[in-house]
């Protein structure tokens, strides 16, 4: 069993910053990407950004420069900082890790979301 914990979301207003959390744990023996999604209502899923397990970073484009991802592999943690936060980033956000269980299967795993809401 794997599981994923965000944490960190809330009510910030537009230009004020959070930051995110989301600790992997459980049957894991390594875990390669991990990456933080958001779903707005009405639409889909969408990237928004992935980091590797070697520090490789990859970005939505319309996010670089504002969201920084970073990681603590010796924690399984994966963060995401928000900085010059607009309305149009209120959303769901999602953590998801790609992870080699204890077993030798590998997977990808999904936390619960946690709320981000940016008032103007």
């Known amino acids: 069993q794997v599981r994923l914990v965000e944490s960190g979301g809330g009510l910030v207003q537009a230009g004020g910053s959070l930051r995110l959390s989301c600790a992997a744990s459980g049957s894991i023996s390594s875990i390669n990407d991990m990456g933080w999604y958001r779903q707005a209502p009405g639409n889909e899923r969408e990237l928004v950004a992935v980091i590797t397990s070697g520090g490789s970073t990859n970005y939505a484009d319309s996010l670089k420069g504002r969201f920084t991802i970073s990681r603590d592999n010796t924690k399984n943690t994966v963060y995401l900082q928000m900085n010059s936060l607009k309305p149009e980033d209120t959303a769901v956000y999602y953590c998801?890790?790609?992870?080699?269980?204890?077993?030798?299967?590998?997977?990808?795993?999904w936390g619960q979301g946690t709320q981000v809401t940016v008032s103007s």
């Open positions: 998801n890790a790609r992870v080699r269980r204890l077993t030798g299967l590998r997977g990808d795993y």
